[in-house]
């Protein structure tokens, strides 16, 4: 069985940048698959994976991680003015992240309307 | 009062020259890409020798290596820097890639831990970086998130990227694919190891740090 967390932003956003990857990996290190409102900035996107291997060891292998960021970059004129005042008014709020435990998620595929997520499992049951 | 000028100018114009003198020029990506092969490629070419063990295992970069005083020369212009070459960042690591790559169970736990140290340490030093190369195997996807991280942190930092797109002599290769990934930077396609294309690297290099 694979366990998916949502965290809403509001979870997150008054924590410092050190808190807010503790908290992420924390549960992640649970074998639990972190589904988070929005992306955390660029600098705490490197600290989670510094972290993620100074925790490494026998049973934590490291993380899966996906950022799903939209972006309408077809949009022109007013629509595009509108999507970028949205961006500013929703700043790190917009997107998806995901956060898996490398133990369990093997891969994720990013495609504009799809995240496919591969568990060990699901490879096992392929070869079988 | 004069002197305290005087020493303030000298000061300044030594920072100057000590900042320009030591150019950090930072080859980055995930393992494998060719980062060793490509530092081996400009040592050769400019100092004629090599920087660095490379193979077919990944991770065989574990610990950050400098070389200081690269001088390279291009159309009338000179440029030189500590040329570092950084382990391949990943975000997972697992000893039973280099079990099956042939390595036994005690050295393939024990580079996995090693490699683990490295990623940190590429991450520590990318504060210490003037310039960068961002080196990607042009046979492998170049969207992934590993990819995306690593140039969204140098951007942030507003440090000068220049991305190579790295084993263009193989069949699988696909240097337009990482250009339209990265639109925004020069990406460049390369064979650091026979030296395809070698010369308008060094162009792209002069045009982003010299």
């Known amino acids: 069985m694979v366990t998916l967390q949502f965290v809403p932003y509001h979870e997150i956003e008054d924590l410092g940048s050190a808190r807010r990857v503790k908290k992420l990996i924390d549960i992640v290190k649970q074998n ?39 972006k309408n970059n077809d949009a022109t004129g007013l629509k595009k003015a509108r999507n970028n005042f949205f961006r500013f008014l929703l700043g790190n709020r917009q997107g998806l992240t995901i956060i898996g435990p490398a133990n369990i998620v093997t891969e994720i595929k990013k495609d504009p309307n799809k995240i496919e997520l591969y568990t060990k499992e699901a490879k096992k049951r392929k070869k079988k | 009062m004069i002197n305290i000028i005087k020493a303030f100018i000298n000061k300044v114009l030594k920072g100057l020259f000590k900042k320009k003198k030591n150019i950090k020029l930072g080859l980055y990506g995930p393992p494998n890409g060719g980062k060793t092969t490509l530092a081996n490629r400009i040592c050769k070419d400019w100092l004629g020798e090599d920087m660095g063990a490379v193979s077919n295992v990944a991770h065989e970069t574990r610990e950050v290596q400098i070389k200081e005083q690269v001088n390279i020369k291009s159309k009338g212009k000179e440029l030189t820097f500590n040329l570092v070459d950084t382990p391949g960042i990943a975000t997972k690591i697992d000893y039973e890639d280099f079990i099956k790559s042939g390595l036994k169970e005690k050295q393939a736990k024990q580079r996995a831990k090693e490699a683990t140290k490295g990623v940190i340490d590429s991450i520590k030093w990318l504060d210490e970086m003037d310039t960068v190369i961002i080196v990607l195997d042009a046979t492998k996807d ?18 000068p990227v220049l991305i190579v797109a790295n084993k263009s002599d193989l069949k699988k290769a696909d240097v337009k694919k990482v250009q339209s990934a990265y639109p925004q930077y020069n990406v460049i396609g390369i064979s650091a190891k026979y030296g395809n294309n070698i010369d308008k690297f060094y162009e792209g290099l002069f045009a982003i740090a010299g």
Do not use: C, H, W
């Not at chain 1, 993620?52 to 934590?60: I, N």
């Open chain 2, 142 to 159: 170049p969207y992934t998130q590993v990819n995306i991280t690593i140039v969204g942190n140098l951007q942030a930092r507003k440090i």
């Open chain 1, 32 to 70: 639990k698959i972190v589904l988070l409102q929005g992306r955390l900035k660029k600098e705490e996107e490197t600290d989670l994976i510094s972290i993620a291997m100074e925790e490494f060891g026998d049973k934590f292998k490291g993380i899966e991680l996906a950022v799903i960021n939209p």
